[in-house]
């Protein structure tokens, strides 16, 4: 497979439109939407999506099939059809969410760095949804199931982990900062996933717990950037010394359809929220969406021709 690292996607500074307040180690930053770039980011979302997509559905194909040639003619059936369109939708909300916090980080930049680098994103080690999707294709093998009852009814166990994670390294390549992005999107507004969200940040390790599979993910590409990060993550992994310019920041990344009435932000400005307790950098991301459903429909349920 060919390497493709996660690069910044400039249309996000029209679609969003940016506000930023920074205190001491605390930063909120709010994202507006812009209607008249929607259709341009959703062009350019597309591709990112079907990229990280096309990673979950190679690996299910050689994970599946005895011949090097995973369309071989004697396979009956594509052990990835119907990914990640049969997945329910709070899953595909949760990838979205992990997948907008780190083109924000590499695109708009987070803690005032610009150089945030995502080498890869971790959907292919959701293995709760590999199982639903099995489920789906016995079920139907004959056509697409209704997806409005997946909606309904499915309740797939999110991916454990970091939910993305960014890297900064030096002219050497060496890992000297990194970024845990936690992640939440919904319709509406929900106080428990902010909640949540921050808890989850505060309780992590000074190492992201997925470095592991990062590495492991990587191996699968020969491309020598691909290799060049291997390392780097290795170092960074199996080192007992930590760099002594080290250090992890957090990332808050809310996705939200509902804006708040009484309120500038449904996050605080000024604070952190009460659940984290780390000593950390955090910063905030508050990003305001119209019709995120029908956003995330159309990135993961649509091909491009649909939607133009």
């Not at 005032?112 to 016995?138: D, N, S």
């Amino acid at each position: 497979m060919h390497y493709r690292p996660t690069t910044a996607l400039p249309v996000v500074h029209d679609w969003l439109v940016s506000e930023r307040t920074a205190a001491n180690r605390y930063a909120h930053h709010l994202l507006l939407e812009v209607a008249a770039y929607r259709e341009a980011a959703k062009v350019a979302l597309h591709d990112v999506i079907a990229q990280i997509s096309e990673d979950s559905r190679t690996r299910l194909r050689l994970a599946t099939v005895t011949s090097l040639d995973p369309f071989d003619e004697e396979l009956c059936v594509d052990p990835a059809r119907g990914y990640p369109a049969y997945l329910d939708i709070i899953t595909l909300k949760g990838y979205f969410g992990e997948v907008l916090s780190g083109l924000l980080a590499v695109t708009v930049g987070s803690h005032e760095i610009h150089t945030w680098e995502v080498p890869a994103f971790l959907m292919r080690f959701h293995e709760a949804a590999f199982q639903y999707l099995e489920r789906q294709q016995q079920a139907h093998p004959d056509g697409d199931p209704d997806l409005q009852v997946i909606d309904a009814r499915a309740q797939i166990p999110g991916r454990t982990g970091d939910d993305c994670l960014a890297f900064q390294r030096d002219a050497h390549g060496q890992i000297v900062r990194v970024l845990c992005c936690e992640a939440k999107c919904t319709l509406d507004h929900a106080s428990g996933l902010v909640a949540d969200a921050h808890t989850k940040a505060s309780e992590a390790t000074l190492k992201p717990v997925d470095l592991r599979q990062l590495i492991e993910l990587l191996a699968d590409y020969d491309d020598p950037e691909a290799l060049a990060w291997r390392n780097a993550l290795a170092r960074l992994r199996f080192s007992q010394v930590l760099p002594n310019n080290y250090e992890r920041c957090d990332l808050i990344c809310y996705v939200h359809g509902r804006r708040p009435i009484r309120n500038h932000t449904w996050l605080s400005v000024t604070a952190p929220h009460p659940r984290y307790t780390a000593p950390r950098r955090l910063e905030a991301m508050e990003v305001w969406l119209s019709e995120v459903t029908a956003l995330v429909i159309a990135l993961y349920r649509q091909d491009p021709v649909e939607r133009q």
